[in-house]
């Protein structure tokens, strides 16, 4: 690799570089920070620079967003402490989805085959009713089926099967999940 000639020529974060600053240095505090513990508060700064989010979403302490203004995230949805959204490309969070604490969602990969490590960036989709266990992780371009369940400490790398339960590294179907009523 020839990383003095990397370059991100073809990628624009999709904001203005002042309010990429006013994100990093204020919006992103105020979210990430335990001192304020409201998620209420969280979501209006969070909307405030564009992720649209829906009613009843209850953000944790610690929860990192790299760019609200691709982020949208439905009605119910829970986000864990350290939870780390890295979207440099778009995220979508369906309604009543859990996503545990210490959850990575990782948009954005390099191209090893490429001698100047291109970049490349691939939305995330997360359907109604999924469940992210803790620590778990979800690379780019994987989109994950209604009601899908991805246990603790497990990796994505492809799209998971609704009302499925998938652990491991990389993850694996184990059994089809029932909801009792």
Request: with cysteine; proline share 6%; glycine share 8%.
């Amino acid at each position: 690799m020839y990383l003095d000639n990397y370059r991100t020529d073809d990628y624009h974060p999709g904001a203005s570089n002042f309010k990429q600053i006013l994100w990093f240095f204020i919006g992103d505090f105020l979210v990430q920070t335990p001192l304020i513990p409201l998620a209420r508060f969280k979501v209006f700064i969070l909307r405030l620079f564009g992720a649209q989010i829906g009613q009843g979403v209850n953000i944790k302490p610690q929860v990192k967003i790299k760019f609200p203004w691709r982020l949208i995230i439905k009605d119910y949805v829970w986000l864990g402490e350290k939870c780390w959204i890295d979207n440099l490309a778009p995220v979508t969070i369906e309604s009543h989805v859990c996503i545990s604490q210490a959850v990575y969602l990782c948009t954005g990969n390099h191209d090893w085959s490429d001698r100047n490590f291109k970049l490349i960036t691939k939305e995330i989709y997360i359907e109604e009713g999924s469940w992210i266990g803790a620590s778990a992780i979800i690379a780019p371009g994987v989109r994950v089926g209604k009601g899908a369940v991805l246990t603790l400490g497990s990796v994505a790398v492809n799209t998971l099967t609704p009302m499925t339960i998938y652990t491991g590294n990389p993850a694996q179907p184990v059994k089809i999940r029932k909801l009792i009523q």
